[in-house]
């Protein structure tokens, strides 16, 4: 087993990246764990035009890739590989890596993000891929001139249906109350576009479709009335999960599964694990509120191990 780590990252987002630039800098010689999607969920997005400093935008891959070159030029070392067990219960934590890796970290920052969600239909599970997506910014492509469906009503949703409506043919909006939850302005967007058709009280029973992927869905009103639509893109926006299934019985998280954190800090119920970035934010989720909360983490880390070294 190698030498223990004094600071091990866990996510590979805003937050994992700026955390690792935050501590090399502060020679903390960090070891940052990328996980499954390396760059994290902005990697799947088209081009970020809110992040300060990118005046012309940047896309997403773009501003990953020159966050990690940023973290390494200062001697972060970044590897491949999935955290799949660790026992916070004493320090040194015990981390494996990969099944197979035995780690040992004097302090772990967790930046490990948040997911999509999906509807958990077996038909939705059967099209992944096929026509089914949870991103709209990175499969709306596949879709040009085709008529495609978005579920939910929330920001994201509004976002993704107006993306997709300058792409395809028609957009169908599956909400399955009375109203939006979106703000106001993401509501009129959608409102002012005409190839889009909001369904409320609509919820999906059935994707459908045949081995070229999906060709439609059969969605429910909520007066028990079923119908078909036609589509070739179903488009999931109905939230995200906070990744945090390896620390649900040993950090305190909120009642959705996010890292609880103490005001205004990153520390967790347990000294030395520091959380940062999505997987402790249902709110903001933001490029920027990452990065900021992965420098906040990187600070306090610093200041844990300080005080353990006087
Ligand atoms: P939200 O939680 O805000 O919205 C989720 C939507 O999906 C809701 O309409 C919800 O319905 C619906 N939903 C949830 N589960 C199901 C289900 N099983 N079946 C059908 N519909 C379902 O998530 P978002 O990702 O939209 O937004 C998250 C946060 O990020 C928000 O704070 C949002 O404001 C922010 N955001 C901001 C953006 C911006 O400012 N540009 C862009 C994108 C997100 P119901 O309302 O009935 O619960």
Same mark, same amino acid.
């Given at each position: ?93 015990? #981390?494996? /890596? !990969? ?5 040992? =970290? ?5 930046? %490990?993000?948040?997911? @999509? ?109 079923? #119908?078909? /639509? !036609? ?5 999931? =926006? ?5 990744? %945090?299934?390896?620390? @649900? ?62």
């Amino acid at each position: 087993m190698e030498e223990t780590i004094k600071c091990l990252i866990i996510g590979s987002g805003p937050a994992g990246y700026t955390a690792a630039i935050y501590t090399s800098r502060a020679n903390l010689r960090p070891v940052l764990y990328e996980g499954i999607e390396p760059g994290g969920q902005l990697t799947t997005t088209t081009d970020v035009e809110n992040f300060p400093g990118y005046p012309d935008g940047v896309s997403g891959q773009q501003m990953m890739a020159d966050m990690r070159r940023q973290a390494e030029r200062f001697g972060a070392d970044i590897r491949i590989g999935t955290v799949t067990s660790a026992d916070l219960s004493s320090r040194p934590f015990h #981390v494996v /890596i !990969d099944g197979t890796t035995q780690i040992k =970290a004097e302090t772990l920052i967790i930046a %490990t993000g948040a997911s @999509a969600k999906y509807l958990g239909l077996p038909s939705e599970t059967k099209f992944r891929g096929m026509g089914v997506s949870a991103c709209a910014t990175c499969d709306g492509f596949f879709y040009r001139k085709k008529d495609v469906a978005v579920v939910g009503g929330g920001d994201t949703a509004c976002e993704e249906a107006t993306y997709l409506a300058s792409i395809c043919r028609k957009v169908y909006m599956i909400v399955r109350k009375p109203h939006l939850r979106a703000s106001k302005a993401m509501q009129e967007r959608v409102f002012n576009t005409t190839n889009i058709e909001v369904m409320f009280n609509h919820n999906t029973a059935e994707v459908l479709g045949d081995e070229s992927g999906v060709t439609g869905a059969l969605l429910r009103c909520n007066d028990g009335k079923e #119908v078909k /639509i !036609d589509i070739a893109g179903f488009f999931l =926006a109905i939230g995200h999960h906070p990744n %945090t299934e390896l620390f @649900a019985d040993q950090l305190t998280l909120d009642a959705e599964g996010y890292i609880k954190t103490e005001a205004g800090t990153s520390k967790t119920n347990i000294e030395g694990v520091f959380a940062a970035g999505d997987v402790r934010d249902p709110h903001y989720r933001q490029a920027i509120t990452a990065a900021a909360s992965g420098c906040i983490a990187a600070i306090d880390c610093e200041r844990f191990i300080l005080s353990r070294a006087e």
